[in-house]
């Protein structure tokens, strides 16, 4: 007998399967995985197993973990990947009194810096699918752009800064190579509502240092190296006054300088003022307003959905994704009105539009290529919808499978 004989060979690979067809298939799946289990940023033994916050920032197209001591500090420069994993506790034999079954529930973000590479937050994006492999594919998937964060991403944190520059400037050489009399850094202190209106979050954010960017009802932090003032806005809350304290806080922890809290009922404020070039403007009658870089677009709009008003927001839409016919349709299933369990079908996936938020549910049974195709259509969704709404452009985006569906977007249908 021939050495070959009575051998099973593997089947040859036809060339005609070379396409785009295995994309979000089985195999696909494998090898994805394969690719995650690789991964050191997800293979600490902490990762799908504990739960906790784990961030991550992207630096030349790898995955690097962000030190613990700065979460809740972010560049505007960089893209970012923040994993939520919840300890959820399921009964697995209640009659025997069987013990209790721990499983984490995640959430998964990648957040967008409004200067960040095209580069850095398309590795965001892949990373992010490549870690949803990793938990197995049942994570919730969250797009977050800086200017306009959802609730679910600022609820996270007790402080959020944003600062300028990034891993390509080489931030972390900055400081050391200018002398301190040479540093003006003014940072915005205000307190941003979440969509809700029960979560407050407070956002620290870089802003140019000129007297334009003061604004009456925050709190400003400006450092000028050998010395740091605080600016309290007429209007501004005790939340941000509080926070500003604890920013200054740790400032000086790093370095020992001189603070001045300086409030717009005292005369002396206008100090301040001077120090950002305003000398010529009359600070006592002056009414400081600048547009905050946090977009509050999204919490206007769910301000408006939940009082019952109308105005100015747009229906809830309710799209399936199928290719059920042989073509991948995407179809209007329903638009205003509540939206039930019922309008789901568990072969498909579904674009659902509150105003406030764009959601992604994936059903279990829905075909590899309606799956592949989710982030796609959802951009490109909002690229039509904005020739009826500039903004949108902002909105967050988050996916949600099948029997994993996160709390947040349970509220949004009658389950």
Not at 105 to 130: M, N, P
Request: include cysteine; proline fraction near 4%.
């Amino acid at each position: 007998m021939a050495p070959h004989e009575g051998l099973v060979h593997p089947k040859e690979y036809d060339i005609k399967d070379s396409n785009v067809e295995l994309i979000g298939s089985d195999l696909d799946h494998r090898v994805k995985y394969a690719s995650a289990a690789t991964e050191p940023a997800w293979n600490d033994g902490r990762v799908g197993v504990e739960p906790g916050l784990f961030i991550w920032r992207i630096e030349n197209f790898q995955v690097i973990p962000w030190p613990r001591e700065r979460y809740g500090e972010f560049y505007a420069g960089d893209s970012y990947i923040v994993l939520h994993s919840v300890k959820l506790k399921k009964k697995t034999n209640q009659q025997d009194g069987e013990d209790e079954e721990n499983k984490l529930r995640h959430d998964i973000f990648f957040w967008l810096g409004s200067k960040t590479s095209q580069d850095e937050a398309g590795t965001a994006a892949y990373k992010t699918v490549e870690l949803d492999e990793f938990l197995h594919g049942a994570a919730t998937q969250h797009r977050e752009v800086q200017i306009s964060p959802s609730e679910e991403f600022t609820s996270l944190f007790k402080r959020i800064m944003i600062r300028a520059g990034g891993v390509a400037s080489g931030f972390t050489h900055v400081e050391q190579e200018i002398t301190p009399k040479e540093i003006t850094t003014l940072l915005r202190v205000f307190k941003h509502p979440a969509s809700t209106g029960r979560i407050d979050s407070t956002i620290v954010y870089e802003v140019e240092p000129t007297w334009k960017s003061l604004d009456d009802d925050d709190v400003f932090v400006l450092d000028k190296g050998e010395k740091i003032w605080v600016w309290q806005g007429r209007n501004c809350s005790p939340m941000e006054k509080a926070k500003a304290a604890q920013v200054v806080n740790d400032m000086t922890l790093a370095k020992h300088v001189d603070v001045e809290v300086l409030s717009r009922h005292e005369a002396r404020s206008r100090v301040v003022v001077d120090l950002l070039g305003g000398k010529e403007v009359d600070s006592i009658s002056t009414i400081f307003a600048a547009p905050r870089p946090i977009s509050g677009s999204g919490v206007k709009r769910a301000a408006l959905e939940s009082s019952g008003s109308g105005a100015s927001v747009r229906p809830r839409k309710l799209f399936r994704l199928s290719d059920a016919s042989g073509q991948l349709q995407f179809d209007l299933v329903k638009e205003g009105g509540p939206v039930r369990k019922s309008d789901f079908d568990g072969n498909d996936v579904f674009l659902y539009d509150v105003g406030s938020q764009l959601w992604v549910w994936q059903g279990q049974g829905a075909s590899e290529r309606e799956k592949a195709l989710w982030l796609k259509v959802a951009q490109a969704y909002v690229r039509h919808m904005q020739n009826q709404e500039e903004e949108l452009y902002m909105i967050p985006i988050a996916k949600v499978v099948q029997d994993y569906e996160s709390p947040s977007f349970l509220k949004t249908v009658d389950f």
